[in-house]
């Protein structure tokens, strides 16, 4: 599945859900929403993953994250454990900002290098890689950028259209 059929998915699968409502969503309502639809719609494509052993749904490891559960954790065949936080960017609204500054310092210290996570985003990475510098925010926006793209290419941060076959390799 490519990342704009899967993106499409968890938007109908969010909307079909929030059309159900009496009231009008707010933005959180969607945000949630949109967040559970793209964990449960990552669960159902990998059920058939052929590296996949079975699947955990908000495992508390605080060797990973000392605050929050992982959205999922990846059990492989081989005896790999794959932690997969999932967010829908982690360069767009100063909260996501922040969740990106802090998977960078956890690659800096090295956590990554111990343990298989793989930050899993529904927007196209390209959505900040092919970003161009304008006069305003030049400088946060370029610290951004440079980030996703080292993050990127040790495929720490990837999208489902890379994931699936990267599964494959570890």
Excluded at 64 to 88: A, F, H, M, Q, W
Aim: aromatic share 10%; glycine share 2%.
């Amino acid at each position: 599945m490519n990342i704009k059929e899967f993106a499409a998915t968890v938007e109908g699968r969010t909307w079909d859900i929030l059309n159900d409502k009496a009231v009008e969503p707010t933005r959180q309502a969607i945000a949630t929403t949109r967040g559970q639809q793209f964990e449960k719609t990552l669960i159902d494509w990998l059920q058939s993953h052929p590296a996949v052993a079975s699947i955990e749904e908000q495992v508390f490891d605080e060797n990973i994250d000392e605050l929050s559960n992982i959205d999922i954790v990846l059990n492989l065949k081989n005896g790999k454990r794959v932690y997969v936080p999932c967010c829908r960017d982690l360069w767009i609204g100063t909260s996501q900002q922040d969740r990106l500054q802090c998977v960078w310092y956890k690659y800096k210290a090295g956590l990554f290098d111990t343990n298989e996570i793989i930050y899993l985003c529904l927007d196209p990475l390209s959505d900040i890689l092919d970003w161009v510098p304008q006069k305003r925010n030049v400088r946060r926006k370029l610290t951004l950028q440079t980030w996703v793209k080292e993050l990127a290419d040790k495929s720490i941060i990837q999208n489902v259209d890379t994931f699936w076959d990267h599964l494959t390799t570890l």
